[in-house]
Nanobody, 127 residues
Framework: HEQPVASGGGLVQTGGSLNLSCAAS????????MAWFRRTPGKEREIIAA????????WYKDSVKGRFTISRDNAKTAMYLRMNSLRPEDTAQYFC????????????????????WGQGTQVTVSS
């Protein structure tokens, strides 16, 4: 498996939007699940959105539900996170990750089951 790498972070004001991308250079992803995580200094990474790679079933953390949208392209070459209505508490390093743990069509929600990680991209939301 290729290491997934997140990109597209930046600085945005409260209420603004950003679109993050995750891709493996020149390859398609081949996981049962992929997900977006975020981490702030002094905190453990938290899963915020996940998608089953074949069925496209999605899951969202309550605090981002209705604001963030996870998706994949039809060729399964990339994963995306659309972030709207951003808040200062969304400030974090964002990571994409892949999992080979199979549990059916629903995506894995356990951080320990995501074996393949990118280096992340910084999202900063100013007040």
């Amino acid at each position: 498996h290729e290491q997934p790498v997140a990109s597209g972070g930046g600085l945005v004001q409260t209420g603004g939007s950003l679109n993050l991308s995750c891709a493996a250079s020149g390859h398609t992803f081949n996981y049962y699940s992929m997900a977006w995580f975020r981490r702030t200094p002094g905190k453990e990474r938290e899963i915020i959105a996940a998608i089953s790679w074949s069925a496209g079933i999605t899951w969202y953390k309550d605090s981002v539900k209705g604001r963030f949208t996870i998706s994949r392209d039809n060729a399964k070459t990339a994963m995306y996170l659309r972030m709207n209505s951003l808040r200062p508490e969304d400030t974090a390093q964002y990571f994409c990750a892949g999992s080979t743990y199979y549990g059916g069509d629903y995506p894995s929600l356990k951080p320990s089951e995501y074996e393949y990680w990118g280096q992340g991209t910084q999202v900063t939301v100013s007040s």
